[in-house]
């Protein structure tokens, strides 16, 4: 019988501008060493489901942090500080960056990692994640999940907080990027999917990118109806298999 | 939709909270994906008070079908309302606008 063992709590970690914050981690226990992964949490916030993918990405070998990137609103729940970050017009791509940046340093500084650092986000966390990975040294692997707005086609869209569409940036992007997206979400649509994967192939970019039909947006979320048992677990093994290609040396082997 | 599209309604009011009744002047309206209702998108509503910096709300989540539900029933109700209350309603003091 093989012996499993994780340890999940509340960190501190600095980011943007060396302001100190929290984050959830999870990382296997045992020698390592691990690669980690830094997770980008939704627009509602750093809620259970985040948390819960944290613990998933950690029982699979993956040493994970997932930082509460709406920390400076708070103290406070993670939903009334999102709602403070929402009526704000959200959070400005540069502080996000700086947080994964400083999230990234907390996870090659802990003694059983293994040097290696990738990046997923999900829906408006894929955007940042898309984003960081055409602005961040050091990210070996990206899984961009549904991040909308990558493709900006109404430039009111942009403003201080995001004066730049991600695709604008994809001639910058330094590492295997994973796209994942449901057939039936509206943002980012079909065409937008297709668009992007245009873009990087233009560019000779390493990517792959898989669509599911019938599945829309959030589709691993099984906290809500857009739920789709059948891709999210087709989905959860191509980022496993994905991260175990970029990242591993013998991580992730446990799990998968 | 990851959209950040808020509208704002500016209120005169009162909303019990879990500290609470507080003074609201605003609500923050949005349809988006929700924290607490099992719905891939909600219309939410953030009533607030920015006058004392907005940090306690008094919060609902609502499928689309029930807020225009609710939509129409508060214009239903203020109808009925006005009929019997008339005066009062009309006279009632306008929203002051935030600063």
Same mark, same amino acid.
């Given at each position: ?15 943007? *501008? ?7 981690? &999870?990382?296997?226990?045992? $020698? ?80 059983? &990692? ?22 961040? !040294?050091?990210? !070996?692997?990206?899984? !961009?999940?549904? $991040? ?16 730049? &569409?991600?695709? !604008?940036?994809?001639? *910058? ?71 175990? *290609? ?8 446990? &799990?998968? | ?6 509208? /704002?309604? /500016?209120?005169?009011?009162? %909303? ?6 507080? @003074? ?32 306690? @709300? ?14 129409? /029933? ?12 008339? /005066? %009062?309603?009309?006279?009632?003091? %306008? ?5």
């Amino acid at each position: 019988m093989t012996y499993e063992s994780m340890l999940a709590e509340t960190v501190a970690f600095r980011g943007h *501008k060396g302001d100190v914050g929290e984050a959830y981690y &999870a990382r296997p226990l045992g $020698g390592g060493p691990w690669p980690g992964i830094v997770l980008i949490h939704h627009m509602p916030g750093w809620d259970e489901w985040i948390k819960e993918a944290t613990r998933k990405l950690a029982h699979h070998g993956l040493a994970t942090i997932a930082p509460h990137l709406y920390f400076r609103e708070g103290p406070g729940s993670p939903d009334d500080v999102g709602a403070r970050v929402r009526a704000a017009g959200g959070v400005a791509d540069e502080q996000v960056l700086g947080d994964v940046a400083g999230s990234m340093e907390f996870l090659r500084a802990q003694p059983y &990692a293994n040097g290696r650092v990738g990046v997923i986000g999900f829906c408006s966390g894929g955007r940042h994640t898309y984003l960081a990975a055409c602005s961040l !040294d050091g990210i !070996d692997a990206a899984v !961009d999940c549904w $991040g909308g707005n990558v493709i900006v086609d109404d430039p009111k869209q942009l403003n201080a907080k995001r004066p730049v &569409a991600p695709i !604008d940036l994809t001639a *910058k992007l330094r590492c295997p990027l994973l796209g994942l997206f449901g057939n039936d979400d509206e943002n980012p649509n079909r065409d937008q999917v297709n668009r992007t994967e245009a873009v990087l192939k233009k560019l000779g970019k390493t990517y792959e990118f898989h669509r599911y039909d019938g599945a829309g947006h959030a589709f691993f979320n099984a906290a809500r109806p857009a739920y789709r048992p059948e891709q999210a677990l087709d989905g959860w093994n191509k980022v496993f298999a994905f991260f175990r *290609k970029h990242l591993a040396t013998a991580a992730a082997a446990r &799990a998968a | 939709m990851c959209s950040y599209i808020v509208e /704002k309604a /500016k209120l005169l009011g009162s %909303a019990k909270g879990p500290s609470g009744w507080m @003074r609201i002047d605003t609500a923050n309206v949005y349809y988006d994906h929700p924290f607490h209702a099992p719905l891939d998108h909600a219309l939410g509503i953030d009533f607030i008070s920015e006058a004392d910096g907005g940090r306690e @709300r008094v919060a609902v989540e609502l499928s689309a079908a029930s807020a225009r539900e609710l939509a129409a /029933k508060i214009l239903a109700a203020l109808a009925t309302g006005e009929v019997e209350h008339g /005066k %009062a309603a009309r006279h009632a003091p %306008a929203p002051v606008p935030a600063e």
